[in-house]
Antibody, heavy 118, light 108 residues
Framework: EVQLVESGGGLVKPGGSLRLSCAASGFAFSTYHMNWVRQAPGKGLEWVSSLSSASSYIYYADSLKGRFTISRDNAKNSLFLQMNSLRAEDTAVYYC???????????WGQGTLVIVSS | EIVLTQSPGTLSLSPGERATLSCRASQSVSSTYLAWYQQKPGQAPRLLIYGASSRATGIPDRFSGSGSGTDFTLTISRLEPEDFAVYYCQQYGSSPVTFGQGTRLEIK
């Protein structure tokens, strides 16, 4: 069974940093593209970043302006999102999803909530 | 950036009725890279349709997708109580990947 479990969310002050993790199981993680997608409270879905299977291709939403970094550790079946210079508008549930550019997101984690507030 | 506009914003229908949801793109999208997702309150999105018209694994055949170019449609032939949710279209063929703003399907 495919499982994606996010962790690392929480309350952080504006300007702070947070690192999200996504633990994958039930499939050959190293062969799949992976995504982060976020959803602000009461709002729609917003794509954040995608990473190809071997980390050769990385894509980000323009709005992030270099503050976020996606990475993966295929040996540990894990996906990461390093978030720096956090702003109130980054408050959202962050989902890890299997898929990316050219690949539909067919499995999603349950999400981890990030709240940016003083 | 490809902007996806979904209509209507809210659709009020009764169980058993047919639902037609629209997704219009600001520029042409390859049919290969157009998906539809369903999201219920407190849950993660679920992939329904990919490649504009292919049903994802386990999706009932009352869900169907169609369209090409800039106009795409999700049709639910006969609404079941569990189908009332928010639906999003997504294009994943060019960066940035983008989602529509969603259509809320509510019980009339």
């Amino acid at each position: 069974e495919v499982q994606l479990v996010e962790s690392g969310g929480g309350l952080v002050k504006p300007g702070g940093s947070l690192r999200l993790s996504c633990a994958a199981s039930g499939f050959a993680f190293s062969t799949y593209h992976m995504n982060w997608v976020r959803q602000a409270p009461g709002k729609g879905l917003e794509w954040v970043s995608s990473l190809s299977s071997a980390s050769s291709y990385i894509y980000y939403a323009d709005s992030l302006k270099g503050r976020f970094t996606i990475s993966r550790d295929n040996a540990k079946n894990s996906l990461f999102l390093q978030m720096n210079s956090l702003r109130a508008e980054d408050t959202a549930v962050y989902y890890c999803a299997r898929g990316g550019l050219y690949v539909p997101s067919d499995y999603w984690g349950q999400g981890t909530l990030v709240i940016v507030s003083s | 950036e490809i902007v996806l506009t979904q209509s209507p914003g809210t659709l009020s229908l009764s169980p058993g009725e047919r639902a037609t949801l629209s997704c219009r793109a600001s520029q042409s999208v390859s049919s290969t890279y157009l998906a539809w997702y369903q999201q219920k309150p407190g849950q993660a999105p679920r992939l329904l349709i990919y490649g504009a018209s292919s049903r994802a694994t386990g999706i009932p055949d009352r869900f169907s997708g169609s369209g090409s170019g800039t106009d795409f449609t999700l049709t639910i032939s006969r609404l079941e109580p569990e189908d009332f949710a928010v639906y999003y279209c997504q294009q994943y063929g060019s960066s940035p990947v983008t989602f529509g703003q969603g259509t809320r399907l509510e019980i009339k």
